[in-house]
């Protein structure tokens, strides 16, 4: 069995974990916003659309139509006007029927329920597709009077599968007692289709939230692999119960041997109070081969909350899938604002990192950074020499997180080697952006003795990833802060005016040559500063960038940036002027 026939969809709720991640600090220091934009649609636009969906031409009604539908979802407002012309088009007699999907499509985006009628009427007597595209709208909408056809629907032996679905969660959507009877018929038939079975549990746990467990419990008996569907059907059948029978019958299923029977249980249990879960969690969750279900597993631990909750969390940093060791990960970090467990997240990042897998070495190195763990820098330092590109590049930003001076000529001397090799060698995966970290970490932390190393990669014909180079020109503005360098500015002011050569400088050299400029308060680029400045503008990011650095050497303030205008153009219709 497939496990997309379990209805947990555990990879949308978890949303990102992204509140501790590896970043690059010359994209933030200083920060160049985005100039504001402001959309605008010409106003010739709707009359033009409107007499395009009159136009007797198919193909230009149906363009219309979904354009319409298109500006409407891009905040393109008062199309409600193409409302009545829209409905008007879908009720015409030998219309196309692409037209009229595209009309159906566009009256639901548009949001007219007043409208329903109509829609239903087409979606009864029309394609399949016309059903499928109108028939959730109406569910979605509360529109009772599809009650009846739905129900007609699941009497009727001979409905084909597809529009028998769509009435079946229609009616899972109205929560229509009277579809009960028939939905427990098909749940108990076992000659039906598996997605018509879970379609039907599915609605009629939503229709019926109490009174279903001996169903449940009868369906889920049978613990061979030829009833995996019985059991999913058992499991979603209490997806609105919670009762003592219910949890009865959902503990059970939540230790089932197939997977996409368990989640759907343990989701619920989650639901109905995760204390359910702790007992068993570690033999039915955290050891299970399958993702969906440690996550859920790592859920009803972390809403535990507790040492012991802890320590089970700690080896799931190592989890194979990135998205349950990030949930843990960023779990765990929001658990330190506890005081009484931040030592103990603290004791299981450590032991992570003195282990050699590299999935629990990536989140431990984040967490220990997070926490501002100075003491970990020495592993760190050794983990720059770690076969796995997650490994030494988290490192890297880690050990230039925490900031300890003793770390700097260790990773000089890393920084050195591959510099060398990269002479001659294509590197290993992740050493880029590990040197990049390094050289950002010489230019938070000044260390001076890298000024000579970094200055090999500004140059544009230096033999290095143009990533490097930034980081590098960067770096060398913090190492020399208010300290401008003669050869430095003049290098530096090569590499701004460097736009209009065979092969100009990057943009990116260019704004890190400006803002270093600024940090060294490097008074004699003031007039290629104020060039490229006017030239460019303070809404281009070369452009702000110099006037940053203006205002760092002069105290100048620095013009607000102009709105950008963004009128869309890649219209199917739009007037020639």
Request: charged share 25%; glycine share 6%.
């Amino acid at each position: 069995m497939a496990p997309c026939l379990c209805a947990v969809a555990w990879l949308a709720s978890i949303g990102p974990a992204a509140a501790v991640e590896v970043d690059a600090a010359r994209h933030a220091d200083p920060v160049i916003p985005t100039p504001p934009t402001i959309t605008r649609f010409s106003s010739k636009l709707k009359p033009l659309w409107l007499e395009a969906l009159a136009h007797p031409e198919a193909d230009l009604r149906r363009e219309a139509a979904q354009t319409i539908a298109i500006a409407h979802e891009q905040g393109m407002t008062g199309l409600d006007e193409a409302i009545d012309p829209l409905a008007e088009i879908l009720d015409a007699a030998d219309q196309h029927p692409a037209v009229m999907l595209a009309c159906a499509r566009t009256l639901i985006v548009l949001e007219a329920r007043d409208k329903a009628p109509r829609l239903l009427k087409h979606a009864l007597g029309g394609s399949l597709d016309m059903a499928q595209i109108v028939e959730p709208a109406l569910a979605r909408w509360g529109f009772r009077p599809a009650r009846q056809a739905w129900l007609e629907r699941l009497a009727d032996s001979g409905t084909p599968r597809r529009r028998l679905v769509l009435a079946v969660r229609g009616l899972g959507e109205l929560k229509d007692p009277k579809a009960a009877p028939a939905l427990r018929a098909m749940v108990l038939a076992g000659d039906r289709a598996a997605d018509v079975r879970l379609e039907a549990a599915r609605a009629l746990g939503a229709i019926q939230t109490e009174g279903l467990e001996p169903l449940a419990r009868s369906l889920a008996a049978d613990k061979s692999p030829r009833a995996i569907v019985d059991r999913l059907v058992a499991a979603s059948l209490l997806s609105g119960h919670k009762d003592e029978p219910a949890r009865a019958v959902l503990l059970d299923l939540a230790i089932d041997p197939e997977p996409s029977v368990a989640a759907i249980a343990l989701g619920r249990l989650l639901e109905i109070d995760y204390q359910l879960l702790i007992p068993q969690v570690a033999r039915t969750s955290i050891a299970r081969d399958d993702a969906n279900v440690r996550r859920l597993g790592a859920r009803a631990l972390v809403a535990w909350r507790t040492p012991e909750a802890v320590a089970s969390l700690g080896p799931m940093l190592d989890d194979p899938h990135p998205e349950v060791r990030g949930y843990v990960r960023e779990s765990l970090l929001e658990m330190t604002s506890d005081a009484g467990l931040r030592d103990r997240v603290l004791a299981q990042a450590l032991a992570m990192l003195e282990t050699e897998q590299w999935r629990g070495l990536e989140q431990a190195s984040l967490i220990l950074a997070a926490m501002d763990y100075k003491a970990a820098a020495d592993r760190l330092v050794a983990l720059l020499e770690f076969d796995r590109p997650e490994v030494l590049v988290t490192a890297a930003w880690a050990l230039r997180r925490l900031a300890v001076p003793a770390t700097l000529d260790a990773m000089f001397a890393r920084a050195t080697r591959q510099s060398d090799l990269m002479r001659t060698a294509i590197p290993a995966t992740g050493v880029w952006e590990q040197m990049s970290q390094l050289f950002e970490a010489f230019g938070q932390m000044q260390y001076e003795p890298s000024a000579g190393l970094l200055r090999k990669y500004v140059p544009k014909n230096a033999p290095f990833p143009l990533e490097n180079r930034e980081a590098a020109v960067w770096a060398l503005g913090h190492i020399y802060a208010g300290r401008p360098q003669a050869d430095l500015v003049k290098s530096l002011s090569g590499r701004l005016a460097d736009f209009d050569s065979m092969e100009p400088e990057s943009p990116e050299i260019r704004r890190m040559s400006a803002v270093s400029l600024g940090r060294m308060k490097a008074e004699e680029a003031l007039p290629i500063l104020r060039q490229f400045y006017e030239a460019e503008g303070v809404n281009s990011d070369v452009g702000y960038a110099c006037a940053w650095a203006i205002q760092q050497i002069t105290g100048e303030p620095i013009d607000q940036q102009e709105p950008q205008i963004h009128s869309p153009l890649n219209w199917f219709l739009v007037p020639i002027d």
